[in-house]
Every structure is written in C-alpha cells, then in structure tokens.
C-alpha cells in the first residue's frame, strides 16, 4: 500500500501548480499591466475600425472600461470570428469581447462573465424580397452567415443554404448585390447600420420573439479574474459608465 499512497501524493503534487497557475492568472495580467482581448474589428458597432483606422465600437469600450477598473491597459488582437474564440485555448489573449453568445455548448468549454448585452437575432433581406416574410421561408434559401455563429446555426436549422462571410458588413453586402438572399444577424447591428446608412435597400423580414445574452469569455479554471470581470461590470453599471457607453452607441441600456 506504501507504493499506492506515494503515488496519489506525487499525483496529487503534479496537480497544485496547474490549478495554482490558472487561478493566479489574474496576477499574471496585473504584474504585466495588460489585459489582452480578443476582437473582429469588423463588426459594427460592437467592434470596427472608424474612417480614421482607429479600432472603436461598443465592446471596445466596455474592454477598456474593464481594464481600468482592473487597473491595466487593454490590448485588442484583431482575428477573424471563426477562430476568435480558439484563441483562448491557444493562449493568444486572455479574453474574447466581441458579442459572444452565452451557449451551453459554450459553457461546457468556457467560463462567461455576468451577460452585459441582451439583444434578438433577425432576418434581413433585400426590401424588394416579398418571399421571405419569416424564418421558416429560408428552406432552399441562401443566407449569409459567419459559419460558427450562433446566428450561422439559427440559418441552417431553418434550411437554408450557408454563405460563409467575415462578419456582418460583408454579410448585408451579399444581400444587397444579390448573391445571397438574407443574413441572420444582431437587431443592434442593424439599427446601427440603418442608422449610418438609412437609404440602404434591406429590411427585417422576422425577429426571434426570445433575446439571446452575450458576456465576456474566458478559459475555464480562472475563477480570480472571472471575479474581477464580473466586479468591473458591476462597477461600471454602477457608476453610470455602462450607461454612457450604451447611450453612445444604441441611445439606450442594451443589457436587459
């Protein structure tokens, strides 16, 4: 048995520094004065470039808004959405803010903060499209999507044929010039887009009666600074700077 107990105590050695490294993350961003978040860049107007090249957007903010309640600086590495969220588990960055889905296929994965954004997936297509009046009418239809998105799965389901894209402003494109007939995408990103561009020749044909909820993700086995994440959010709806943030880019609180 002396041989057993040995074994289960080198085992049990082998174990501690693993979870002590994962859970001392938070240490790790601090002592480095940077916390890195994964983003598009292309997905207006959570995170996109402006007409000057500067990466901007509201979940920009709310990332810079976090770190300075974490007391470090952000720093964005761009990636396309397909493997944005990969990128956590290759250790590129230290989060993803850029609208994530709140899953339970997610979850099994990934830990999420607290949801700060509530928003409804809906069907757009061109505003001369009259046979396209509601997700059902998709079967046999193209849509637009980027392949791995929650709303690439809602498109899919409903039959439609995918078109894969990089994100939301290639994917209106597509309906607009004809080469797909919708997109499933973000009611935010719509109202914003319409909002730039009001004589733009697409329209919502249908909306999902539920809202979806979207955090900021993080590798599992960091419970320090999904606390952290968690207490910025907190702090920052508190003290009106969520709400400031939200105004800017929406004209109202997108977290319910």
Do not use: C
Not at 27 to 53: C, D, M, Q, R
Not at 89 to 116: C, H, L, M
Not at 211 to 234: F, H, M, T, W
């Amino acid at each position: 048995m002396n041989w057993l107990k040995s074994l289960l105590v080198v085992s049990a050695l082998a174990i501690v520094p693993a979870q002590a490294q994962a859970a001392s993350n938070l240490e790790e961003i601090k002592a480095a004065g940077v916390l890195k978040i994964g983003t598009e860049g292309t997905y207006a107007p959570f995170t996109y470039h402006n007409a000057s090249g500067k990466l901007v957007g509201f979940d920009v903010e709310i990332g810079e808004a976090i770190a300075k309640n974490l007391g470090v600086k952000p720093e964005f590495l761009e990636g396309k959405w397909d493997g944005l969220i990969a990128g956590l588990d290759a250790n590129r960055y230290d989060t993803v803010i850029n609208q994530v889905g709140i899953t339970e296929a997610r979850k099994a994965k990934y830990d999420f903060s607290e949801p700060y954004i509530a928003s409804k997936a809906v069907l757009i297509v061109r505003s001369d499209n009259e046979e396209i009046k509601g997700f059902a009418d998709l079967k046999g239809k193209k849509s637009a999507q980027s392949l791995s998105s929650n709303f690439g799965k809602i498109a899919q389901e409903a039959g439609a044929e995918l078109v894969g894209t990089d994100g939301f402003d290639q994917s209106i494109q597509l309906v607009l010039n004809g080469r797909a007939d919708s997109t499933i995408n973000d009611s935010l990103s719509f109202l914003d887009f319409k909002k730039h561009k009001p004589d733009a020749k697409v329209k919502i044909a249908a909306e999902q009666e539920n809202a979806d909820y979207s955090g900021v993700i993080i590798r599992k086995g960091e419970p320090d600074l999904l606390a952290a994440i968690n207490k910025a959010l907190e702090t920052i709806k508190a003290d009106g700077t969520y709400q400031k943030i939200a105004d800017k880019y929406f004209g109202q609180d997108v977290s319910k």
